[in-house]
């Protein structure tokens, strides 16, 4: 094992991010160095894991926890230091919370949900033809598909969406806001969903926010705060994550026209093509949410100690070449495809099921309403956004 | 209902459906004494077990309800809940 008291410590992220394209350090590190040491702009410093196996172990293994990140200076891409909540729980306190919702959000459930996505999708793409050509596919289609789908499901008033999507921003900003007006937005946002949340005391609904309320009001475990807290995070992890991958999906595939031909001739491609780009696209620009070591564990090869936090690479994790052969490759028909994009262990994204569907809606839409699709604009005119969590474009000018 | 009321008193057993299954993770974090990832994928530790509330929260955890749970002597299903 390696003698981790001499470890250099490296700023992380390694680099400003550039488009889709991931630092060619991942590679490096899986092969020499799976663990190191960094320090993001704010924070106690890390471990970094690069390896799938690695990644996998740190996020599912029970021996880690995000409970014990509470009072600890976490290491983090912002000044701000978000703490309470579900991603700082672990079992069988986030168990608690968590049953609340995951019922509503099962591959069945979601299935349910796919005819009505269809039509709303069918609808927003009338309204991108009608526009152009060109057309923002952003403003017209990514944006607003998500955010019907999550309101719908939620009970959440779609004619709210510009108050409550500029407040969800917050949620994955790390400098694109100022640390004053982040909190302003989560406040705004609690606050918001505190009120539906009210309404339904007073008029029962049928919708998740509903049954969220009807569960906290006869399980006195559950907190007031526990539960707006977790709403207001389904509807803005419910919408800022898909919004932003369905550009970049795009993107790619319109980048690889063999792939994007392929997946033309063979409709049957579509959900493995969404899992190939779960892969592919390295959607987070950084790191967050360490998990604390509760005792020593070993990882790729070094000791970490009790009390250390541990960071995970995702992209790094989907491109390793150990477990996905020829890792850098595009590939829309691959068959064994354990990627990492949904995170992994009790944390998994809840609304897994739900963006694989969207998604899925999503290209079958385009095939069908737009199988010409191209930019508008060259490549290097493309806006990228900065200063967020995740990489995505502000706009996407298409023609068909 | 908690796990105590469930039960007939010959216990329960675990069943992972491998084809549903996608290795979120979710059930082996949730329940770490009672499910596995082997090549990927969950695996109860033992078939048959005592009633425990763990096994019922990562049943009903699972987003592709691949885990089920039924009562051992009556073969009812205890999880995952409608």
Known sequence: ?400 | MNAEEKTTGSGWRLHVDPTRCIGSGICAGTAPGHFTLVEGLSRPLAERVTPAQEVIDAADSCPMEAIVVSDVESRRQIAPGA
């Open chain 1, 1 to 400: 094992m390696a003698d981790t008291s001499e470890a250099t410590i490296e700023r992380y992220p390694f680099s400003d991010p550039d488009r889709l394209n991931l630092d060619p350090r991942y590679a490096l590190l899986r092969r020499d160095e799976p663990l190191i040491r960094v320090r993001l702009p704010y924070g106690e410093p890390a471990w970094l894991a690069t390896r799938h196996a690695d990644v996998r172990t740190v996020l599912g293994d029970a021996r880690f926890s995000r409970a014990a990140a509470v009072g600890r200076d976490e290491p983090r891409n912002s000044p701000r230091q978000i703490q309470g909540g579900i991603l700082t729980m672990d079992p069988p306190d986030h168990t608690r919370l968590r049953r609340l919702v995951a019922r509503a959000f099962t591959a069945r459930r979601v299935e349910e949900l796919r005819p009505r996505t269809r039509q709303v999708a069918d609808e927003l793409v009338d309204g991108l033809l009608a526009a152009g050509p060109p057309a923002d596919l952003v403003a017209h289609l990514a944006t607003p598909l998500p955010i019907r789908v999550i309101c719908d499901l939620l009970g959440v008033p779609v004619a709210d969406q510009d108050k409550f999507h500029t407040w969800s921003e917050a949620i994955v900003s790390t400098t694109a806001l100022s640390v004053e007006q982040a909190q302003r937005y989560i406040d705004n946002l609690f606050a918001y969903m505190g009120g539906l949340i009210a309404q339904r005391r007073q008029e029962p609904t049928d919708d998740l926010i509903g049954a969220m309320v009807r569960a906290r009001d006869a399980d006195d475990r559950l907190s007031e705060e526990e539960v707006v807290q977790l709403a207001a995070g389904l509807l803005a992890a419910g919408h800022e994550t898909t919004v932003t991958q369905i550009p970049n999906f795009v993107y790619v595939l319109l980048n690889h026209p063999d792939e994007w031909a392929r997946l033309r001739a063979d409709r049957s491609l579509v959900p493995h093509a969404v899992e190939e780009l779960m892969r592919f696209v390295p959607l987070g620009v950084t790191a967050a949410f360490a998990r604390y070591a509760k005792e020593d564990v070993e990882i790729g090869g070094v000791l970490v100690h009790a009390g250390e936090p541990v960071l995970v690479s995702i992209p790094s994790a989907n491109r390793d070449e150990t477990v996905f052969p020829d890792a850098d490759r595009l590939d829309l028909g691959r068959e064994i495809n354990p990627h990492l994009g949904f995170g992994h262990g009790v944390h998994h994204c809840v609304g897994a099921q739900l963006a694989r569907m969207e998604l899925q809606v999503v290209l079958d839409v385009l095939l069908d309403r737009a199988p010409g699709l191209r930019l508008a604009v060259p490549e290097a005119e493309l806006p990228w956004k900065s200063g967020l969590l995740v990489r995505g474009l502000t706009a996407m000018p298409v023609a068909w």
